[in-house]
């Protein structure tokens, strides 16, 4: 049996993460990644199992430096690393869906004992009902005082070894961070503006600029249809807006940006943008986004906060990965 | 994006609206099909919007210029141009950001002859649009219409009743007679298909559902059925809701006007002392009009 202990600060942000990771296990695009200090989940942008290295990756870590109650045989066989698909095809195995899970993290939260283990995420290979082969389940256990809740999801073997680097290093990989990050606005309603654009057309163009703007647009021969945001909050490289670019059209602000070398600008599929919004269900408290150096692909980050602080809750992370449409044009 | 403070005086429209939640319902209530071309004509009255089933079925929504906050009209004459229907709506629909007021701002034209939209609610934040445009072919029908005789023959029903009668009459398969007499007083739909549907209204009885009633003889014609369907089938909830009434008249020739009210107020609490339920002011109300030609028996009418 292999599995995760896990003491989050704070359960209420789990609740939310988990409605994240309930969305990914319906639209069968979820896999895990189980290792000893941390349990990543990662939500793919296609279903195409090749182009997976570009996806939203969630990754709890465990509160402790070492993980309590670690099975030695994860580390034995391999290599501290164990993966595999949130697999919906077995409907038979697992009848409940994600829905009453949530609600029930909540009544379990409101009579917590502090002192007993919060969270478990359990890889088990159980008997389902009608089945008399035992086949591998993630399981969430959550205790409190007086009752606790079970939810075995089913998922497929784990995968092999040549599987599991490969899934490793597309999601751990070094690529740059992008230099410059600009804090998003409010995500609501930056998903339903998506919402909408995804009726006009498929592809947008971003960009970011170190003076704090956020610039989409979608252009089509019959319309050309685009949100622009100003004096952001940015992290990294930052520079002064110019002020001759105050009285110009958003377009032209961009392109001078641009040429200055004060602003990035990519393309990217509207789909996979608005699925990357989704990440918003898990309710994080803020957003960035940014260009990787060289215009490689386009990251937005989730922060989480303990509640009640603007201190970042370092057991979880969540960030984006989109994939940047190579056009050739400008 | 230039100082708002001046009118620009190269544009031949520059109006702001608050309520584009509104101007989107008015809109889709006259969208049939999934493909439409609209003819917006801009006036000092304010502004046209006429979508046309060539030959058969012409629709109009009445956009005044006291719907908007603000109207500047500087052309001479009257500028006509065409754009997507389904993509206009579509563009507005991104406009309107819910539990936020926004205030939108139409230009046209722009550099390219363009349709220009423009939030302008916020300094730091802008969504803006630009719909390309297409010179209108010439209304091919003009539906001039004319009244009957001297006296009109009309009648004024729930707007929810007469989607509903409609919505029924799917069920003959067949074009659907209209009927007025004035003895009794009544409206008759009537279908004759694989089955037979016969909906009648009268004016005494129920006096909730027809509403008005003007008639001094009999008169009868046919429509087809998805024609008439169309002029009720998207009527926004909205009318539905607050319990609205329809116009419909018989024109020369048998000529059928239908018209709609469509509420275009801005999204707001209601006033804890105005028992506010269907009332509203004049000016915040979209006229929707419908114009179906009958089936003509002898020759090809629409096929």
């Known amino acids: 049996m292999n599995f995760f202990r896990f003491n989050p600060n704070d359960f209420t942000i789990f609740i939310d993460v988990y409605e994240l990771i309930a969305w990914g296990e319906r639209h069968r695009i979820l896999n895990f990644f189980l290792s000893k200090y941390s349990i990543m989940f990662v939500i793919n942008l296609e279903q195409d199992w090749e182009r997976r290295n570009m996806s939203s990756i969630l990754q709890i870590k465990n509160g402790y430096k070492e993980s309590r109650g670690a099975d030695d045989s994860i580390g034995r066989r391999r290599d501290h690393r164990i993966a595999a698909a949130l697999d919906r095809s077995g409907h038979g195995r697992c009848p409940r869906s994600s829905s009453p899970m949530h609600s029930s993290l909540r009544s379990v939260l409101a009579v917590r004992d502090s002192n007993s283990n919060a969270l478990l995420i359990k890889l088990v290979k159980k008997l389902p009902p009608n089945s008399t082969q035992a086949t591998p389940f993630l399981t969430f256990e959550a205790r409190g005082h007086r009752s606790a809740v079970v939810q075995d999801v089913p998922v497929s073997k784990p995968l092999s070894r040549a599987d599991v680097q490969e899934l490793h290093l597309a999601v751990e990989s070094c690529e740059q961070l992008p230099a410059t990050l600009v804090m998003a606005p409010e995500l609501s309603s930056l998903h339903s503006f998506v919402d909408g654009m995804k009726h006009v057309g498929d592809v947008m163009a971003i960009s970011v600029s170190k003076y704090g703007d956020l610039h989409l647009q979608i252009s089509t021969s019959l319309i050309a249809l685009g949100a622009e945001f100003r004096k952001l909050k940015v992290l990294g490289e930052r520079a002064d807006p110019v002020a001759e670019d105050n009285g110009l059209s958003s377009k032209t602000r961009v392109e001078r940006g641009v040429q200055r070398g004060d602003a990035m600008s990519v393309q990217v599929s509207v789909k996979h943008f608005f699925k990357s919004l989704q990440c918003s269900l898990a309710k994080p408290d803020c957003a960035f986004f940014g260009i990787a150096p060289h215009g490689a692909c386009l990251m937005v980050f989730f922060q989480f906060f303990v509640p009640g602080t603007r201190v970042t809750d370092k057991s979880f992370s969540l960030h984006c990965k989109l994939p940047v449409l190579d056009t050739g044009s400008s | ?303």
């Open chain 2, 1 to 303: 994006m230039s100082s708002a403070a001046a009118v620009d005086t190269e544009a031949d429209l520059v109006c702001e609206l608050d309520s584009v939640r509104g101007i989107v319902d008015a809109l889709c209530s006259v969208r049939w099909k999934r493909f439409q071309d609209a003819l917006l004509e801009l006036s000092q009255h304010g502004i046209v919007i006429i979508v046309e089933e060539t030959g058969c079925l012409q629709a109009k929504v009445y956009l005044q210029r006291e719907l908007f906050i603000k109207y500047d009209y500087a052309a001479t004459g009257r500028p006509r141009f065409g754009v997507s229907l389904g993509l206009f709506i579509d563009c507005l629909n991104t406009f309107s950001v819910l539990g936020r007021s926004n205030v939108l701002e139409l230009r046209y034209p722009g550099p390219d002859m363009q349709l220009m939209l423009r939030s302008v609610d916020s300094p730091d934040a802008c969504i803006y649009a630009e719909i390309r445009t297409i010179i209108p072919e010439t209304i091919s029908w003009d539906y001039n219409f004319e009244p009957a005789g001297s006296t009109p023959l009309s009648f004024t029903v729930k707007s929810a009743a007469l989607k509903e009668a409609i919505d029924d009459l799917e069920w003959p398969g067949s074009s659907i007679q209209i009927s007025l007499q004035p003895s009794p007083p009544s409206v008759i739909f009537r279908g004759e298909g694989h089955g037979d549907l016969q909906i009648d209204f009268n004016y005494y009885v129920n006096t909730d559902l027809l509403i008005a009633f003007s008639c001094d003889r009999q008169v009868s014609h046919r429509y087809k059925y998805k024609f008439l369907r169309a002029t009720t089938s998207n009527i926004p909830a909205s009318v539905l809701k607050d319990n609205r009434g329809s116009k419909a008249t018989i024109g020369r020739g048998g000529m059928l006007k239908i018209q709609h009210l469509v509420s275009v107020a801005k999204p707001s609490v209601p006033h804890p002392h105005i028992d506010s339920a269907g009332y509203q002011q004049p000016s915040r109300i979209a006229y929707i009009e419908f114009f179906v030609k009958p089936e003509v028996e002898e020759k090809n009418g629409c096929v």
